[in-house]
């Protein structure tokens, strides 16, 4: 064959039948850079991740001396310097309350997703979400969302009144991912699914119904059902896309299926699980089946097995140590949890696309709710980015800015990735300055 590409199949007989068999993806088939397919020039789109770690850090062991680049990362956050060229690390900023009660674990994350404390306004999106109506429309899943403590909580929110679930069990994000309705990327043939089709001339017989429903109904009902229409809307979107041939990936992967530990919040189980979750949600952005992901640690239930306390009452009744001068519990609770974003970070940049990673093309955004979990304090708030989006932001700094509002971070990293917005949160938590710095 003198010219071929992605979809070139070999063809041949069998016991008197045709056959064809479709090739693997191939360096030929890229650009001299190995970043696009040479018949398309599609870069592989960019991705996001939020990563949710309640119950903050040890203060005075994770902010960095040096500002700028060629900052050294502290002691507690040591486990990232394999990549600390593709981090950054936020310092200095707080939440504010603006007097409203401080309802602990909760309004901090609020304001941390959302911009602002749900008492203070209209609930709008979270930055997920946000992010996802951006990019993550033109893939099966707009996005996905776990925990590794086996519960369903869930900070990603649609509206004020919808909440994105989220999946507790590797099992079953397994079965969601790569199950019966998973359609390979890089197979040479497609066959769209007869359902889908059914399903979608469903939906599409109940919306032409709308106006004459809305006439019949008040102005609280009509809001509702604007809502409504809008989830139907979505998944009509996302059944369009099930009747089109999917783009290749080249780092898609098909993984084997894995046992899981019992899903619970014992750190003996929630060690080998986040291991599954974190190739799981690699191998689904590495096969465009979404490009956004959140992962919710549930770290205020964590515990050791046979352990009295939990981390979270750890961080109020542990004492702190006179000779090591921390909480020593807590400080290890901190460790595997750091250590497991770390191995979440360690599979995107392992997962290989040309001679690039997964890594290099995804944006991931790590937040907590307090500095010091212990005083329930809002100021000095840690925050870390990972990956540059593809090059929408600078990596390898260390960015301090003391009393601004650690929504600048949320405003930076929602740009970067397209949203359409010059400022964002509520009140005092209000921005319209992003971290120009990294941009």
Known sequence: MSRFNRRTMLRGMVMGSGVAVGLPLLDAFFD????????????????????????????????????????????????????????????????????????????????????????SGPIGPSLDSKIADVIGTRTRFRSLEVTLDGSRGSWSRRSGTSVNASEGSPTALYARIFGAEFKDPNAADFTPDPLVIARKSVLSAI?????????????????????????????????????????????????????????????????????????????????????????????????????????????????????????????????????????????????????????????????????????HTVEDIPIITAGSGGGAIKTGMHISAPGEPCTRVGLTVQQALGVPLNSWGGRSNQTSKTITEIL
């Open 32 to 119: 001299a850079n190995g970043l696009a397919l040479a018949d398309t020039g599609a870069a592989p789109p960019s991705t996001f991740g939020h990563w949710y770690q309640g119950l903050g850090l040890n203060p005075g062991m994770w902010v960095p001396k040096k500002t700028g680049a060629g900052y050294e990362n502290n002691i507690q956050l040591k486990v990232l310097d394999p990549f600390r060229d593709k981090i950054n690390i936020f310092s200095g900023m707080k939440y504010f309350l603006d007097g409203r009660p401080h309802e602990t674990h909760t309004s901090t994350v609020q304001i941390a997703t959302t911009g602002a404390v749900f008492d």
């Open 207 to 375: 919306t032409e119904q709308r106006a004459d429903l809305a006439k019949q109904v008040g102005v609280a009902d009509r809001a509702r059902l604007d809502e409504f229409y809008t989830s139907i809307r979505d998944i009509e979107s996302q059944l369009e896309l099930e009747l089109q041939k999917p783009a290749p990936m080249v780092g898609c992967k098909i993984p084997a299926a894995e046992t899981e530990s019992k899903p619970d919040s014992s750190l003996e189980n929630i060690l080998p699980n986040s291991k599954i979750i974190a190739r799981l949600l690699a191998y689904a952005m590495a096969c465009g089946q979404t490009r956004v992901v959140n992962l919710n640690l549930g770290a205020q239930g964590w515990r050791r097995q046979g352990a009295p306390n939990t981390w979270h009452t750890a961080t109020h009744e542990e004492a702190i140590d006179p000779a090591l001068g921390y909480q020593k519990i807590v400080y290890g609770y901190i460790e595997q949890a750091n250590l497991i974003f770390t191995d979440f970070i360690r599979t995107l940049a392992e997962t290989r696309e040309g001679d690039r990673t997964l890594l290099d093309r995804s944006l991931v955004l790590w937040q907590t709710d307090h500095s010091d979990a212990r005083a």
